[in-house]
């Protein structure tokens, strides 16, 4: 039998790689052991922290990052401002980015570490991809070439690393599983952060043991480094690879294990996100049902002045069957407490479990039912 080689493959995504940090904080605690580590863009930069094997260092770095720190912009850049770093500079520079991995990553450690590890970057304007491993580059470039797959071109500067200009990996392959295929790897774990970049999804669907984690949230502007982002994405990582890996249950939110059957979870998953839950709780049956309650009796508050007739126009296109109309006139709150009513007074006569509106409107009739069914209404 082959031995057993467990890869983590991340890939690029700028700021959102702090949604990848929080994965390496659950798999650490897990005691899930990496063989081989594949990265590109900042998927390179948290791999090489990986490699190292420092899960506090790397958390540290992240919640000190800001996108000056990074790259050579002011404070306050956003995303306009890299526009314009382009027509002006042809693009922003990198000497911060250099300068952090220079703090945080030891090349030796890297290169002694029995962790295989692998980086792409991409030649410009030739485009020609460079897949390389630790061994494959020369000491006292490994900094070079991370940076050179970590260069978001157009937004930020090409690297040059002996004489020829290089950018940004996933302008070849923004999540190379085949990389780490190639050496070895009977399991992957890999992480998408659904940013700009070359990603052929059908190419994963042959890979065998492979585990696929991307975050359902917004994980917010690739570019920009924001405090309050990067600890919100740290949290959301966290809990999703411990979804994944069935420690907790959850889709969007996140539950302790076997609170609530299968489909009470769906349920309970779209109720909170309908009425804004909290993502970043580990919630308990009892916890959720009182805050998802208090968000239910705020979302009643809130309701517009008008609501007699906005319920009057409901009523009509609910008894009309117009259910794709009724998203336009009401917010999914007040259309979910809506059926919540129409569920409660006529149970299984109410019109909102026809097929068609359990198609149309899914979501809030699924919410509707959990509100019910718990007395949440």
Known sequence: MNERKIALVLSGGGSRGAYQCGVWQALSE?????????????????????????????????????TDMVFDVDADAQIQD???????????????????????????VVRDSPIEYGLLTVEF??????????????????????????????????????????IDGGYEDNLPVSMALEKGATEVIAVYLDAIGRFRPEELEEVPNLTFIKSKWDLGDFLVFDHTNTKRILRIGYLDAMKTFEIYDGGYYTFAKNEFDKRTLKQADVAAKIFDLDPLILYRKNGFLEALEQAVITANDDMDLDIDMSLSSLKSLASLGKMKEILKIANRRTVTLFIADSLRAKSSDSIFLSKYARRILKDEVNAAKFLVNNGLV
């Open 82 to 108: 890299f526009a314009k770093e382009f027509v002006v500079n042809r693009g922003a520079g990198s000497t911060g980015m250099q300068k952090m991995m220079r703090e945080y990553i030891d090349e030796d």
């Open 125 to 166: 304007p030739a485009m020609k991809p460079y897949y390389v491993w630790k061994e494959d580059i020369p000491r006292g470039k490994l900094y070079d070439y991370i940076t050179a797959s970590a260069s978001a071109f157009p937004a930020v500067h090409t690297h040059q690393i002996n004489g020829k200009d290089f």
């Open 30 to 66: 897990l005691g899930i052991k990496i063989d081989i580590v594949v990265g590109v863009s900042v998927g390179a930069i948290n791999g090489a922290m990986v490699v190292q094997g420092d899960v506090v260092k790397t958390t540290n770095l992240w919640r000190e990052m800001a």
